[in-house]
């Protein structure tokens, strides 16, 4: 069965310094996702996104993150200047389109996770 | 909003036994989906329960949906040791197109052998 797949599974930076996580999404789904879970915490969302481009964020997602897919199968998230509370699990996601549904909605469908990159902040 | 809060937070049972969970939410939803996850994995999809759902079986998962009450229930009947892990339920609100899915708190179960 087609899976999501993060690299690296753990990556140790300073603060200050600039981290790149990959993702390569299941290949014919459409809408892509980054989550974070901080260690025994709640699973938050960062941001979605969808035909080249940012559909929603949240209030964590602010200027020092970034997303791209810069070849049709990565997606990457990219945190330009690290701080000590972004030492998190990051996940990435993805969702095909709703079955059977007409237009580009994703309702309806379950999001399809990698097993998540740990990031550590020193 | 808080969205997709579960409770108990922690739950202790011996195999066999059934478990139930909860899940709280505060807006319209399109669907409400429950996930699993082992300590330090991804999450893991189990099922999705529509709007104009009440309740959806997958093998030994029974999901409710009570739309008034802005509740959902998850019950793992028969409980194994390999099902000791974090459950997550996750709200699909009526927004635009990829839109995100919330996370509640989780509830631990574990499952004494």
């Known amino acids: 069965e087609p899976e999501v797949t993060q690299t690296p599974s753990h990556q140790v930076t300073q603060m200050g310094q600039e981290v790149i996580l990959r993702c390569v999404p299941i290949?014919?789904?459409?809408?892509f996702y980054w989550y974070r879970q901080i260690l025994g915490q709640k699973v938050e969302f960062l941001v979605s996104?969808?035909?080249?481009?940012?559909?929603?964020k949240s209030e964590i997602f602010d200027d020092q993150f970034s997303v791209e897919r810069p070849d049709g199968s990565n997606f990457t998230l990219k945190i330009r200047s690290t701080k000590l509370e972004d030492s998190a699990m990051y996940f990435c996601?993805?969702?095909?389109?709703?079955?059977?549904?007409?237009?580009?909605?994703?309702?309806?469908?379950?999001?399809?996770f990698g097993n998540g990159t740990r990031l550590t902040v020193t | 909003s808080q969205q997709g809060e579960e409770d108990p937070q922690a739950l202790s049972i011996q195999e066999g036994e059934n478990a139930t969970m909860n899940c709280s939410y505060k807006?319209?939803?399109?669907?409400l989906q429950w996930y699993r996850q082992n300590s330090g994995r991804g999450l893991v999809h189990l099922i999705l329960?529509?709007?104009?759902?009440r309740e959806k079986h997958s093998g030994r998962l029974r999901v409710t949906l009570d739309t008034s009450k802005k509740s959902s229930s998850l019950l793992i009947t028969a409980s194994r040791a390999a099902d000791t892990a974090s459950y997550f339920c996750?709200?699909?609100?009526?927004?635009?197109?990829?839109?995100?899915?919330?996370f509640g708190e989780g509830t631990q179960l574990t499952v004494n052998p």
């Open positions: 996750a709200t699909d609100a009526i927004k635009t197109s990829g839109s995100r899915l919330t």
């Open positions: 329960i529509r709007s104009n759902e």
């Open positions: 996104f969808y035909n080249n481009e940012i559909s929603e």
């Open positions: 807006t319209s939803i399109n669907n």
């Open positions: 996601a993805s969702r095909r389109r709703s079955p059977g549904g007409q237009g580009t909605s994703s309702y309806n469908s379950p999001l399809h």
């Open positions: 290949s014919n789904h459409l809408y």
